[in-house]
């Protein structure tokens, strides 16, 4: 028996899930995983659901920073272009959620490519501005066009429906949403295994390398935007149709940090860190909720600073992780995963 | 006739006191930019703690205006040390985005810790400066307005001089003009890192106090901290007379734009208008009025 992985062929070397264990344990993960709303309260399946949402967000923001290399902080707001975008679509011109999906979606690619066009002339910290300029360009617009958005008040989203079947609880969103997170788990890392996903990755090692060796990066830039700026769309759109309501809040800059966190905490430039970053970003909070809600009845009054003990925690989990495993919950998984290959003999 | 170009005047003069606390807490940035080449995203809670611990000391301790503020400058100094001591000296060549980040997370733990000690309403000021309005050419000038506008352009000036004569200030120059020769000639870098880092908390808590007295203190005073981004990007972000002819220029901008937008886009137009020219700005001159240019090889 070979003490190691040995490939014979390109084709196993190709493969996402390479040995049998992987693919065993995974079929284990994803029978949990449709098993699990017949066994657990309505509010995890809710955190569940949040968690389907924002992993379709944070890997379109990781394809955009963490394997292209340009750095966004206007992702909340690109996502708040998809919400609006389907909710207006469905609200006013009637048009079912199937249809105003997609449509969201492009349009908030074309969107993210416009504000893309800077990153064709600066770089780095530059790009940063810019982006967080796009930020609250886009908030004020969704904010002040009230004749279209509703301003501050927000729009009503009807539940989406699908042959009279309405989606309109927790457990029916679940599939929904479990559907839209694995495809873009899937298509998240097989762009990667494309020309265009080598070429990303390229213009993030070495931009201009990567010009020399024939990668236009005007073509591939716009592109990385546009890709991101879809699955942010998607994410914004799905986002609205399960909370119901959208309005501006809930698209700061505040979310475009979140969304930074989770795929910093998780690993740049790793799928499967994003799915952990996404977990651990969004259970931090609803935990600290859950402990504050537990030390009311001894404390009292704690309520009233559990929103700033929140952002004091958040931000100093952040700075932890960077400064003592800066590779993110993605290395951690990556050694944890080693040891076990290699126990009991780990020398 | 005379009304619009008093009106003109009347939202220049705005631009201006507002402008040049702009060019106050861009100056902070673009020091650290320069000296340490980290884009500080917690610029705008180094001014609100500025602002809460001179109201703390002036309205709880009961000290004179002038000493809680000479205080508070002091305390301001040592937090600049402190946290680049502790957060931002480990992140000495880590990529950007982590550095980034790291000013995002320290910008929301500052918020949080404010919020702790003193919570979340709009806090003000005890009058220190007469509230009764000046005449000057048919135009209104508060005050503090005139007095805001002169401590700032004060300040400016003896940073000026502060980098021009003094041996810090040169030390500081010439690190962030080439680190490696300036080790070679001697010049604790580590020490001017940490320099950089609380001269600007000064100045930024400078800036945060004056803006305390003219509007009262909240948890939204960071949002100046975001406001720097067009003035620096405006000046170039490398360039201190640019930090300051841009906070200046976004300052009078912003006002115009308000004054002249408002009416037809409806409210708002101020918060908004700073980016817009960003974006205007980085498609067309990206490196800013006095920005160095940056030429990469491979």
């Known amino acids: ?347 | 006739m005379a009304e619009n170009i008093s009106f003109f005047f009347q939202l220049l003069l705005t631009g201006l006191v507002v402008g040049s606390i702009y060019a106050l807490v861009a100056l902070g940035f673009v020091l650290i930019y320069k000296s340490t080449s980290i884009l500080n995203f917690a610029q705008g809670e180094l001014l609100m703690f500025g602002a809460y611990v001179c109201l703390a000391l002036t309205v709880e301790l009961n000290i004179p205006f002038i000493w809680s503020f000479l205080l508070t400058l002091a305390f301001s100094f040592a937090l600049g040390v402190l946290l680049e001591r502790t957060i931002l000296r480990p992140m000495i060549g880590e990529s950007i985005i982590s550095v980034i980040m790291i000013t995002i997370a320290l910008s929301t733990v500052m918020r949080s810790l404010i919020q702790i000690a003193w919570g979340t309403e709009t806090k003000v000021f005890p009058p220190i400066f007469s509230e009764e309005p000046i005449h000057f050419l048919g135009l209104f000038i508060a005050q503090i307005h005139l007095y805001s506008l002169s401590f700032a352009l004060l300040c400016v000036a003896m940073f000026g001089l502060f980098f021009k004569f003094s041996s810090a200030g040169l030390a500081m120059r010439v690190t962030a003009f080439d680190q490696q020769i300036a080790h070679t000639m001697g010049i604790n870098i580590k020490r001017i890192f940490a320099l950089a880092w609380a001269i600007s908390a000064i100045v930024s808590s400078i800036g945060g106090i004056i803006l305390g007295n003219i509007n009262g203190i909240n948890n939204l005073l960071a949002h100046m901290g975001l406001k720097v981004f067009p003035c620096v990007i405006l000046g170039g972000l490398d360039s201190i007379i640019g930090a300051i002819v841009g906070g200046f220029l976004i300052g009078i901008l912003e006002n115009l734009a308000g004054g002249y937008l408002d009416p037809i886009l409806g409210g708002g137009v101020k918060d908004v208008a700073p980016y817009v020219f960003l974006i205007v700005m980085l498609m067309i001159k990206p490196y800013g009025l006095f920005g160095k240019v940056l030429i990469e090889r491979l």
Request: charged share 10%; with cysteine.
């Open chain 1, 1 to 347: 028996m070979p003490c190691g992985l040995f490939h014979n062929r390109y084709r196993t070397d190709e493969r996402i899930f390479q040995t049998i264990w992987v693919r065993s344990w995974l079929t284990v993960f994803g029978i949990f995983v449709l098993l699990m709303p017949f066994f657990v309260s309505d509010y995890i399946i809710y955190v569940t659901n949040t968690i389907f949402i924002f992993i379709v967000g944070a890997i379109g923001l990781n394809i955009l920073t963490g394997f292209t290399g340009q750095i966004s902080i206007g992702h909340g707001a690109f996502a708040a272009v998809g919400a609006y975008t389907s909710a207006i679509l469905t609200t006013k011109l009637g048009i079912s959620f199937w249809i105003a999906l997609p449509i969201a979606g492009f349009f908030t690619a074309l969107i993210g490519m416009i504000f893309g066009i800077p990153s064709l002339r600066v770089k780095g910290l530059y790009l940063v501005i810019a982006t967080l300029a796009a930020q609250f360009i886009i908030e004020y617009t969704i904010i002040h066009w009230e004749s279209l958005t509703n301003g501050i008040t927000g729009i009503f989203v009807p539940s989406p429906e699908l042959f009279g079947f309405v989606f309109n609880t927790d457990k029916k969103f679940y599939y929904l949403l479990l559907a839209f997170a694995v495809s873009a788990v899937a298509s998240g890392r097989n762009i990667f295994r494309t020309r265009v996903g080598r070429a990303f990755i390229a213009i993030r090692d070495r931009d201009i390398a990567a010009e020399l060796v024939g990668i236009s990066l005007f073509k591939y830039k716009l592109l990385a935007f546009a890709i991101s700026s879809f699955y942010a769309g998607i994410a914004g759109c799905l986002w609205g149709y399960y909370t119901n309501v959208i309005t501006p809040e809930h698209f700061t800059i505040v979310l475009s940090i979140d969304y930074l966190a989770m795929i910093i905490v998780g690993g740049l430039g790793s799928i499967i860190g994003t799915i952990f970053g996404v977990i651990f970003i969004t259970i931090l909070p609803e935990l600290l909720t859950t402990i504050g809600l537990i030390l009311k009845g001894t404390f009292g009054q704690i309520t009233t600073l559990l929103s700033a003990i929140k952002g004091l925690i958040f931000g100093m989990s952040i700075i932890l992780f960077l400064v003592f495993e800066p590779e993110g919950l993605a290395e951690i998984w990556r050694r944890v995963r080693a040891y076990w290959k290699l126990w009991p003999f780990s020398y």
